[in-house]
């Protein structure tokens, strides 16, 4: 009795089918490789969003208060003037908490370091802050900075809590949020998106008449 020869052979793979796995393999390569990029640049359309609803919340705030921002109105008049004046940007936010809705907004999706808070109320602190204040914009000057991006450094050391005064002032952003620069939105409303390199500082026109910045 004869037996039966096994007649299947593993079948090695032609020229033309190595060639399209290593062409599947290294568009993988290629959907995954930029993905921390892609990442970071929705981070930073998702930080402009939150600026610009920043910025609508001054808005709707000061129709409500004889056109004025909460850094001008005096604490006991429902503002944050003399808070602000000492350094404090948590009560300015706090006082715009309806016109805000979730203080979601005040923090930055790239920013690690500061984390959303659930509440305006508890646990409420400067930690949950990812954006300063500047203290001299006016709705009548557009181009002076209500808010922005808060990671600031001077001569490569971050800058502190307070009220930074610009003046004289080589001040950039640190790269560990939007790698290339920070965000800013302006009192009409519409944000900047500067690219500062490396040994820049923030461009003059930026800052105009934004001489003061409260920073979380």
């Known amino acids: 009795m004869k037996l039966k020869r096994n007649t299947h052979r593993t079948r090695a793979m032609t020229l033309t089918e190595v060639v399209v796995v290593i062409a599947l393999v290294m568009f993988l390569i290629m959907m995954l490789a930029p993905f921390p990029h892609r990442a970071r640049r929705t981070g930073r359309i998702q930080c402009v969003y939150n600026l610009?609803?920043?910025g609508l919340s001054y808005k709707i705030w000061s129709g409500d208060n004889n056109d004025k921002l909460p850094f001008q109105v005096s604490v006991i008049n429902g503002g944050a003037m003399e808070s602000v004046a000492t350094g404090n940007v948590v009560i300015l936010y706090?006082?715009?908490?309806?016109?805000?809705?979730?203080?979601?907004?005040?923090?930055?999706?790239?920013?690690?370091?500061?984390?959303?808070?659930?509440?305006?109320?508890?646990?409420?602190?400067?930690?949950?802050?990812?954006?300063?204040?500047?203290?001299?914009?006016?709705?009548?000057?557009?181009?002076?900075?209500?808010?922005?991006?808060?990671?600031?450094?001077?001569?490569?050391?971050?800058?502190?809590?307070?009220?930074?005064?610009?003046?004289?002032?080589?001040?950039?952003?640190?790269?560990?949020?939007?790698?290339?620069?920070?965000?800013?939105?302006?009192?009409d409303g519409s944000c900047a998106m500067p690219t500062v390199r490396p040994g820049q500082t923030l461009v003059p026109d930026v800052i105009v008449c934004s001489n003061r910045w409260v920073i979380p």
């Not at 979601?104 to 500061?114: R, T």
């Not at 305006?120 to 203290?135: C, D, E, H, P, Q």
């Not at 307070?162 to 004289?168: D, M, P």
Request: proline residues 5%.
């Open 94 to 187: 706090q006082c715009m908490s309806n016109e805000l809705s979730t203080p979601k907004i005040l923090a930055c999706p790239d920013d690690d370091a500061h984390p959303a808070a659930t509440n305006f109320l508890v646990n409420f602190t400067a930690k949950n802050l990812s954006y300063f204040a500047g203290m001299d914009a006016t709705l009548a000057q557009t181009q002076t900075v209500l808010a922005g991006d808060a990671n600031l450094v001077i001569n490569g050391q971050p800058v502190p809590s307070g009220v930074l005064n610009l003046a004289g002032q080589r001040v950039t952003w640190s790269k560990d949020r939007h790698q290339t620069g920070g965000n800013l939105v302006m009192a």
């Open 52 to 54: 610009r609803e920043i």
